[in-house]
């Protein structure tokens, strides 16, 4: 028979559920985002043709992107298997993944701390929070809901080994952690969180003693267990922090293979410390107050001495008031089952320790902080808050009134904010928009600005935020490069090249390289094109774009001495088998390269295949240009330009 508490839980899981899904919703008709969105399912062809064993090993490899995290990467190709490549579906399947944390977390509070509603709007707070639309609306942002769904699972069944023990209970929970860790490695401050836990709600921290006012203060719960030491707390811990320190060093390994980490000469010390102080406060400001939210915030190197000033004395002030709040009575030890507000010193740590993955002092990227790095760690301020308005007003009149209106009211507001905040992700136009609204000297904002207006033609707008961003940041290459592809989609191959030249300088990037190696051909610089794509090829020999264009050259080339039909065979054939033969482009320019090559029959069967690809993907004009070429290759004619 189900119980009134069962009846209740349902009751909340319904309605956190459903009101996660209508409110994201929107987002099943929004578009793939240009920045990380490309390089982790439209262009990654390891990703995109779907889950298969082929491809599995590729998964667990670190680097691409800067990352190790292959539960995510497997999460992504099963998407891509079951959906296709379809932005829509990928976006509500990050929902979903939210929805189920949302629930998940609601459970697990009520569960630890046997206190009902607190638990309820601590789950609201975290589903319906603008500060988490980003890592929902964002389909690259899968591994943060996806780590997440695997913390809230490790608590889970944390609780299950702390009230029945067992070693295959310790172990599930040690699965489910490394589990976590494959799909991100933030999550290597769970071990941490564990000991918190330990401490409060679950009360395991000293010698046994029985609280019978612990369960209806709603501060703790007694788990059923003896309590044991400190040490053998930690101890138990060891494995959890051996595989956080194994998973740092995958991650290390792969933001160094990648290039993601800033280098202490461009970047010191100095500046990442006060850059940390600084956006401890700027959170917990977003947290409370979230307006004006950007995918970036710009890296400021340096912050106005009264801001860095104010920042420690803040953080100093709360952390001695929370400290103080959770002392036991003088009359009680330290390790008794009584504190005067537990909560307090959890909540608080818990934002402050799990922050530190992320707070800059390994700066990687460009930004000083993230909307998407306070997923977890907002949750302990939710907490704090929760516990703490009920604290202040339980002994005022009518204060089950009072409370139900604050945070009636609160979770509207979340909810009304968060809805206008999942519009601007509909596509990268309207994100970066108003990234550079409400951010300074956005550079980043503006170079993915300037790639969306000129994918859509718009190019005159796309140069001016090009150059605007080589203002704002002339050093940087990437600056530069979103210029040189705006220049040479307005026919500007001189200026182009120069632009590419100067992005390649400051950084070598293979994909500027190709764009520069274009530029070349469209100045009318075939011999000095075709050099830069063997450069490239000779140390990125599997670059599709690299293979496709040059094996283009070497097969339709208006100029004979270039032409090479069989060398244009095998590029075009190593690019189709690295794209999966599935981008129509690719197969098409292996028809050309056999019509070169003298193999004609081949070539009819190719541009048919690419033609058969092009209208399933919906691209007719490339439809339509390989059954013209078809009939050429036909009449056993090659295509020259």
Same mark, same amino acid.
């Given at each position: 028979?189900?119980?009134?508490?069962?009846?209740?839980?349902?009751?909340?899981?319904?309605?956190?559920?459903?009101?996660?899904?209508?409110?994201?919703?929107?987002?099943?008709?929004?578009?793939?985002?240009?920045?990380?969105?490309?390089?982790?399912?439209?262009?990654?062809?390891?990703?995109?043709?779907?889950?298969?064993?082929?491809?599995?090993?590729?998964?667990?490899?670190?680097?691409?992107?800067?990352?190790?995290?292959?539960?995510?990467?497997?999460?992504?190709?099963?998407?891509?298997?079951?959906?296709?490549?379809?932005?829509?579906?990928?976006?509500?399947?990050?929902?979903?993944?939210?929805?189920?944390?949302?629930?998940?977390?609601?459970?697990?509070?009520?569960?630890?701390?046997?206190?009902?509603?607190?638990?309820?709007?601590?789950?609201?707070?975290?589903?319906?929070?603008?500060?988490?639309?980003?890592?929902?609306?964002?389909?690259?942002?899968?591994?943060?809901?996806?780590?997440?769904?695997?913390?809230?699972?490790?608590?889970?069944?944390?609780?299950?080994?702390?009230?029945?023990?067992?070693?295959?209970?310790?172990?599930?929970?040690?699965?489910?952690?490394?589990?976590?860790?494959?799909?991100?490695?933030?999550?290597?401050?769970?071990?941490?969180?564990?000991?918190?836990?330990?401490?409060?709600?679950?009360?395991?921290?000293?010698?046994?003693?029985?609280?019978?006012?612990?369960?209806?203060?709603?501060?703790?719960?007694?788990?059923?267990?003896?309590?044991?030491?400190?040490?053998?707390?930690?101890?138990?811990?060891?494995?959890?922090?051996?595989?956080?320190?194994?998973?740092?060093?995958?991650?290390?390994?792969?933001?160094?293979?990648?290039?993601?980490?800033?280098?202490?000469?461009?970047?010191?010390?100095?500046?990442?410390?006060?850059?940390?102080?600084?956006?401890?406060?700027?959170?917990?400001?977003?947290?409370?107050?979230?307006?004006?939210?950007?995918?970036?915030?710009?890296f400021t190197l340096a912050w106005p001495a009264w801001e860095i000033a104010l920042a420690i004395v803040m953080l100093a002030v709360i952390t001695a008031l929370v400290v103080w709040g959770a002392r036991p009575p003088q009359s009680q030890p330290l390790a008794s089952h009584?504190?005067?507000?537990?909560?307090?010193?959890?909540?608080?740590?818990?934002?402050?320790?799990?922050?530190?993955?992320?707070?800059?002092?390994?700066?990687?990227?460009?930004?000083?902080?993230?909307?998407?790095?306070?997923?977890?760690?907002?949750?302990?301020?939710?907490?704090?808050?929760?516990?703490?308005?009920?604290?202040?007003?339980?002994?005022?009149?009518?204060?089950?009134?009072?409370?139900?209106?604050?945070?009636?009211?609160?979770?509207?507001?979340?909810?009304?904010?968060?809805?206008?905040?999942?519009?601007?992700?509909?596509?990268?136009?309207?994100?970066?928009?108003?990234?550079?609204?409400?951010?300074?000297?956005?550079?980043?904002?503006?170079?993915?600005?300037?790639?969306?207006?000129?994918?859509?033609?718009?190019l005159a707008a796309a140069r001016q935020e090009a150059e605007e961003a080589v203002r704002i940041a002339p050093n940087e290459a990437v600056t530069h490069s979103a210029l040189g592809r705006v220049l040479l989609l307005q026919g500007k191959p001189a200026q182009a090249v120069?632009?590419?030249?100067?992005?390649?300088?400051?950084?070598?990037? @293979?994909?500027?390289?190709?764009? %520069? $190696?274009? !530029?070349?051909?469209?100045? #009318? +610089?075939?011999? /000095? &094109? *075709?050099?830069?794509?063997?450069?490239?090829?000779?140390?990125?020999?599997?670059?599709?774009?690299?293979?496709?264009?040059?094996?283009?050259?070497?097969?339709?080339?208006?100029?004979?001495?270039?032409?090479?039909?069989?060398?244009?065979?095998?590029?075009?054939?190593?690019?189709?088998?690295?794209?999966?033969?599935?981008? @129509?482009?690719?197969?098409?320019? %292996? $028809?050309? !390269?056999?019509?070169?090559? #003298? +193999?004609?029959? /081949? &070539? *009819?069967?190719?541009?048919?295949?690419?033609?058969?690809?092009?209208?399933?993907?919906?691209?007719?004009?490339?439809?339509?240009?390989?059954?013209?070429?078809?009939?050429?290759?036909?009449?056993?004619?090659?295509y020259h330009e």
């Amino acid at each position: 028979m189900i119980s009134k508490q069962q009846s209740q839980n349902a009751v909340v899981c319904l309605v956190l559920a459903s009101g996660t899904i209508v409110l994201y919703w929107p987002a099943a008709s929004f578009d793939f985002i240009g920045l990380d969105d490309t390089a982790y399912v439209v262009n990654n062809f390891h990703i995109n043709g779907g889950l298969n064993w082929h491809e599995l090993p590729w998964c667990f490899q670190a680097g691409h992107a800067g990352n190790w995290h292959p539960l995510t990467w497997i999460s992504h190709a099963l998407d891509c298997q079951i959906f296709g490549v379809r932005p829509g579906a990928q976006h509500m399947m990050n929902a979903a993944l939210h929805t189920a944390n949302s629930v998940l977390l609601f459970l697990i509070l009520q569960r630890m701390t046997g206190v009902f509603w607190r638990s309820v709007i601590v789950a609201a707070l975290f589903a319906w929070h603008p500060l988490h639309v980003e890592s929902v609306a964002w389909i690259a942002e899968r591994k943060d809901v996806l780590s997440t769904l695997f913390w809230m699972l490790t608590l889970w069944a944390y609780l299950d080994y702390t009230s029945k023990k067992g070693a295959v209970r310790y172990w599930l929970v040690l699965l489910l952690f490394a589990l976590g860790l494959m799909a991100k490695p933030m999550v290597v401050t769970l071990p941490f969180v564990l000991l918190l836990l330990d401490w409060w709600p679950l009360n395991r921290w000293g010698e046994t003693q029985s609280n019978p006012d612990s369960i209806s203060s709603g501060n703790s719960i007694d788990t059923g267990f003896d309590r044991v030491s400190p040490y053998r707390l930690f101890v138990e811990k060891i494995p959890f922090f051996i595989l956080s320190i194994g998973c740092g060093v995958l991650t290390m390994l792969a933001q160094h293979r990648g290039q993601a980490i800033a280098s202490l000469s461009d970047l010191p010390f100095k500046a990442r410390l006060m850059n940390a102080v600084v956006s401890y406060l700027r959170y917990l400001e977003k947290i409370v107050w979230p307006i004006d939210l950007s995918i970036l915030y710009p890296f400021t190197l340096a912050w106005p001495a009264w801001e860095i000033a104010l920042a420690i004395v803040m953080l100093a002030v709360i952390t001695a008031l929370v400290v103080w709040g959770a002392r036991p009575p003088q009359s009680q030890p330290l390790a008794s089952h009584r504190r005067n507000l537990p909560y307090l010193m959890v909540g608080w740590f818990w934002f402050l320790g799990t922050l530190i993955p992320v707070i800059g002092l390994v700066q990687v990227g460009a930004q000083s902080m993230a909307d998407r790095y306070a997923y977890i760690p907002s949750i302990g301020i939710f907490v704090v808050f929760c516990w703490g308005a009920y604290d202040l007003a339980k002994n005022l009149p009518y204060h089950r009134a009072i409370l139900s209106l604050l945070s009636l009211a609160m979770l509207t507001a979340c909810v009304l904010v968060s809805s206008k905040q999942i519009q601007y992700w509909k596509n990268s136009g309207t994100l970066f928009a108003h990234a550079i609204e409400v951010t300074r000297d956005n550079f980043v904002a503006r170079v993915n600005y300037a790639d969306y207006l000129a994918n859509n033609q718009q190019l005159a707008a796309a140069r001016q935020e090009a150059e605007e961003a080589v203002r704002i940041a002339p050093n940087e290459a990437v600056t530069h490069s979103a210029l040189g592809r705006v220049l040479l989609l307005q026919g500007k191959p001189a200026q182009a090249v120069a632009a590419l030249r100067q992005a390649t300088a400051l950084h070598y990037a @293979p994909s500027d390289a190709v764009q %520069l $190696a274009m !530029a070349l051909v469209q100045q #009318g +610089r075939t011999q /000095d &094109a *075709v050099a830069e794509y063997r450069n490239i090829l000779a140390s990125n020999p599997d670059l599709p774009d690299a293979l496709n264009n040059l094996a283009w050259i070497l097969a339709a080339s208006t100029h004979p001495e270039f032409r090479n039909g069989a060398n244009a065979v095998q590029l075009a054939q190593r690019a189709c088998e690295v794209t999966h033969n599935g981008q @129509p482009l690719m197969i098409g320019t %292996l $028809a050309a !390269a056999y019509a070169e090559a #003298g +193999r004609f029959d /081949d &070539a *009819v069967k190719a541009a048919q295949k690419a033609h058969d690809l092009a209208v399933a993907e919906g691209k007719s004009a490339v439809a339509a240009r390989n059954l013209e070429l078809q009939q050429l290759y036909r009449a056993h004619r090659a295509y020259h330009e």
